[in-house]
């Protein structure tokens, strides 16, 4: 596979990465930038909630590294590892990235990490089934849809899995974390810098098999201004639903508390209500112009409860989730809706 900075002249993987988002999308860039991919592994008893966060950080040519983050779901430790940015490489064709003896991609991945200075020593291997993933169209290469033609995003998005079966384990600190029969989700993201505020989570652990749901609201800067924009991407019923800024779905309510926060949003099919509650949160490093500086709360260990109303108004879903992911970050006055 190529190393950083080899090939993004050649215009196949020029086109390629456009509509496939999940692929290593910065193979060009020399300053100023970040890209990393967010995997979230459950085990089939809810005992091991891990995520594993590989990615990149580029400052300026003398000020660039390779990461690896995780954060215990069940303890909000976090740990945050880098790596020369000369270990990390990538598939132009497939979605394949690599940090030295580490490797990610659409099947899985594998972890071999032994660091003194984090304190964290992980081996093991954990493969993906059933992948569900977005479909890509000649208008809509992601989750993002014609918003990811602007050059000038500060931030992009990326979805990799909505769900997907787990198999296998992970050696944690003298661990073991047995993730067989277990679910995962995968996303990524990839520009400059995180926005200066926004909501995320996302949840697929409810009674019914197969539901999947991940929200995000951000204030997001537009040439001299900025403007809220919203995504969210439910798996339901077997189909992928898209509700967005740029599909015409609107959220008609957005309230918070110390302890929760409450979404409202429909469009033309559906009506989706949301309610999400905090539980414990570990700190994850976010980019700031490509650095790694910034500090944010993540759970993953939230829950919610998700209730769906077709456009007659009938409530056809509605159930809790638990292990759900959960982000509320910046000044919430940001977000007006």
């Not at 086109?15 to 979230?40: A, D």
Request: glycine fraction near 8%.
């Amino acid at each position: 596979m190529p190393k950083l900075q080899s090939s993004d002249h050649q215009t196949f993987y020029r086109l390629l990465k456009t509509w496939n988002p999940v692929l290593f999308q910065g193979g060009n860039k020399k300053s100023r930038y970040f890209e990393g991919w967010y995997f979230k592994n459950v085990s089939a008893n809810g005992e091991f909630i891990w995520s594993v966060i590989p990615g990149i950080s580029i400052v300026d040519k003398n000020h660039a590294h390779a990461f690896i983050q995780l954060i215990n779901g069940k303890t909000a430790e976090t740990y945050y590892v880098s790596f020369p940015i000369e270990e990390f490489t990538f598939s132009e064709r497939n979605f394949e990235a690599s940090i030295g003896k580490n490797h990610f991609s659409y099947d899985g991945f594998i972890l071999d990490i032994d660091d003194k200075n984090s304190g964290l020593c992980v081996k093991g291997q954990v493969r993906f089934d059933a992948v569900q993933r977005l479909k890509s169209t000649l208008l809509n290469p992601g989750i993002m849809g014609w918003y990811s033609f602007m050059p000038f995003m500060e931030c992009y998005h990326g979805l990799v899995s909505m769900n997907h079966v787990l198999t296998g384990s992970l050696k944690i600190n003298n661990q073991t974390c047995n993730f067989t029969g277990g679910r995962g989700y995968s996303e990524k993201d990839w520009g400059r810098s995180m926005p200066s505020a926004w909501i995320w989570l996302q949840c697929n652990h409810f009674e019914t098999p197969g539901v999947s749901i991940m929200f995000s609201v951000a204030k997001i800067p537009f040439f001299r201004n900025d403007f809220t924009g919203f995504l969210c991407v439910l798996l339901f019923e077997g189909k992928i639903h898209r509700f967005a800024t740029y599909t015409g779905a609107k959220i008609s309510c957005i309230r918070l508390d110390e302890e929760s926060v409450f979404i409202f949003l429909n469009d033309n099919k559906f009506t989706v209500g949301i309610t999400a509650r905090r539980a414990g949160h570990g700190l994850l490093a976010a980019p700031v112009n490509g650095a790694m500086d910034r500090r944010i709360a993540e759970s993953i260990d939230a829950t919610i409860i998700l209730k769906i109303s077709d456009k007659h108004g009938n409530l056809i879903f509605d159930e809790n989730g638990i292990y759900a992911g959960l982000e509320l970050v910046g000044d919430m006055k940001d977000l007006p809706v």
